[in-house]
C-alpha cells in the first residue's frame, strides 16, 4: 500500500520503453484528459525538467512545477530539452525564471538530483513513471491500474 502522504521525488529518467503512443492516447480519452501532443522529439533530454524539478521542491513546488512541465510537453508538444518551456512551466507555478536559472546550475540542486537518480535506481526504477513502496515498484502505465485500483478501493466500489 501507498503512504496516506506520498513524497514526490524527480529524477532523470527516460520514458518507458517502446512507449505506446496509442494506448497511452486511448488511456487519456478514457480519463477524460486532453489530447496528447506529442513534442516533435521523443524522447527528448529532460535534464534541464528534472533539475528544475529539483529545484522546486526546495520551495514545496515539485508536484505543481512537474505537472506543469508535463502539461507544457504532453498537452502543449513542446520539447523539454528547450530552457524556455521549463521557464514557462515554472511561471505556470509562480518560481520566477532567474531563479530557476541561477537553481538549475547550483551545486546543491546537481547533487540532490544525483542523490534522487541514485536512490531510485537502488530501488530498481528503470522508466517513469514510477511508483515505490514497500511492496515494490510500479513502472509506466501500470502507474495508471495502480491509481485507478486505488481510487475504487478509496471510494468503496468493489469492481
Known sequence: M???????????????????????????DELGLPEVRWPDALP???????LAATFSKRSGRAVAFSLAAMRQAFAAGRDLSVVDNVL????????????????????VVQQGLEG????????????????CSEEGVVQGLDCLDLLDRLDRSLRGDSD
Open 2 to 28: 501507498l503512504d496516506p502522504v506520498p513524497e514526490w521525488v524527480p529524477v532523470s529518467a527516460v520514458p518507458g520503453p517502446d512507449v505506446d503512443r496509442r494506448e497511452i492516447e486511448r488511456r487519456a
Open 44 to 50: 527528448f533530454d529532460a535534464g534541464i525538467a528534472a
Open 88 to 107: 514557462l512551466a515554472a511561471a505556470a507555478c509562480e518560481l520566477h525564471p532567474r531563479a530557476v536559472l541561477k537553481g538549475v546550475e547550483s551545486r
Open 116 to 131: 534522487a537518480n541514485a536512490a531510485a535506481a537502488a530501488q530498481g526504477v528503470g522508466f517513469v513513471p514510477a511508483i
